[in-house]
């Protein structure tokens, strides 16, 4: 937790001061990959008490950062919305690509034996997760409920396609199981998979649409 909040006010005086550098810092320092990857974990192996824990507390860290950015942007004297602010309000279906490839990457890497992995910083980089929650602290502290919507969209469509991209290598590699699903079961589970799919990935190529429109 104390890792996290420290993360998050680095992410928000960088976001608040449009450093690239500072943005960058707190993505690596952040903790929050960790945890959609052991909910990745969880589901493919079928143990659904270890995704239920994880989940939880994946859905803390997400309140923790909250609160901590919006303390942040309530007491800090630069209210107006930078460059680097505005840049995670605008999510498209790119977004979704650079999530899923950059997890792959990084899913594939950790799996490597052997290897010297270089590869998780750079996906730490590229698909984050910080900025759109420090965007979102912004937004509540200053009453911004448009610029919310669309960091709140760009963290769901990030944090949901690394833990997709994750589990669909997990399941490539043959994740031991805790125990066999049902085909009643796996057919529900395959169910939502698809459904929660679309649902976070259709928007995002109306807003794409509309970007290359103009």
Known sequence: MCVLICAMVIASVGLNVSSTA??????????????????????????????????????MQIIISLITSTIYFLVSPLKEAMPELLARTSPTFYDVLIAVAGRLAEIIGQTRQG?????????????????PICTCGYSIANGEWKMLSGAAYLFIVNAYFIFLSSAVILSILKTPKVRELTEKEWKRLRF????????????????GYFMIQG
Request: zero cysteines; proline letters at 6%; hydrophobic letters at 60%.
């Open 115 to 131: 290897q010297f992995n270089n590869i998780i910083p750079g996906v730490a980089i590229a698909t984050a997760l910080m900025p």
């Open 22 to 59: 500072v943005i960058i810092g707190a993505m690596l320092i952040s903790p929050l990959m960790g945890s959609i990857l052991a909910m990745a974990y969880g589901l493919v192996s079928n143990d659904f008490h270890l995704w239920r824990n994880h989940a939880v507390g994946f859905a």
């Open 192 to 207: 939502r998979m698809i459904r929660n799919t679309l649902i976070i990935f259709l928007p995002s190529l109306v807003l």
